[in-house]
């Protein structure tokens, strides 16, 4: 079974980008798919400010991602960009890291302004980390994604239709390079 790791780079909880990723992850786990989640934020600060590589603190998390056929990486967007918090993790793994598992980016803002900073800030960053297989982003709104008073999260059905179509593709994706490998490396 394919696994898919989420990572949250929200510096606050609860966050609309952590509503976003719980629904992805919901969806996942409906078909099927073995899911775990990265809140960066949990992480030693100690050890990303001080860009402590080798950690020990931070080998679940880089153990998580090493055993994922996909990733959700997902940030808010602070002065078109994704957070610092979610950069300084980004900065302490290994080099092409991210070499070989389908990554599916998605950004929460303000406003429709920051759209285009998953393709000119975020994918540049997991490039350089290995990622070949980048599908389109999904970007929320914040007004998209309406917080409950049970600490919930309401998702508007045009970023829930969105997300829907991208989580399909990622696990479309997942499958056919899973199949591939396979044939390519016979058990």
């Keep these: 079974m394919a696994k898919i790791v989420a990572i949250a780079g929200s510096p606050s909880h609860p966050s609309r980008?952590?509503?976003?990723v719980?629904?992805?992850?919901?969806?996942?786990?409906q078909n099927k798919f073995e899911t775990d989640f990265i809140s960066v934020r949990d992480?030693?600060?100690?050890?990303?400010?001080?860009?402590?590589y080798d950690?020990?603190?931070l080998e679940p998390a880089k153990a998580l991602i090493q055993d994922a056929s996909g990733l959700i990486v997902a940030t808010p967007v602070y002065k078109a960009a994704?957070?610092?918090v979610l950069k300084s993790f980004l900065d302490l793994?290994?080099?092409?890291?991210?070499?070989?598992?389908?990554?599916?980016?998605?950004?929460?803002?303000g406003t429709i302004a920051h759209l285009l900073s998953i393709d000119y800030a975020l994918k540049p960053v997991?490039?350089?980390?290995?990622?070949?297989?980048?599908?389109?982003?999904?970007y929320g709104v914040d007004k998209q994604i309406q917080r409950q008073e049970n600490g919930g999260f309401l998702l508007d059905e045009e970023i829930k239709q969105r997300l829907q179509k991208s989580v399909h593709d990622l696990e479309q994706t997942v499958e056919q390079i899973s199949n591939?490998?396979?044939?390519?490396?016979p058990a």
């Design 17 to 20: 980008t952590y509503g976003i």
């Design 22 to 29: 719980e629904y992805a992850l919901n969806l996942l786990a």
């Design 43 to 52: 992480l030693p600060s100690e050890d990303l400010i001080f860009g402590r």
């Design 55 to 57: 950690s020990p603190a």
């Design 82 to 84: 994704y957070t610092g």
């Design 93 to 109: 793994l290994p080099p092409k890291f991210l070499s070989g598992k389908v990554i599916l980016p998605i950004a929460t803002g």
């Design 126 to 138: 997991l490039s350089e980390l290995g990622a070949e297989y980048l599908l389109n982003g999904v």
């Design 180 to 185: 591939l490998t396979e044939k390519l490396i």
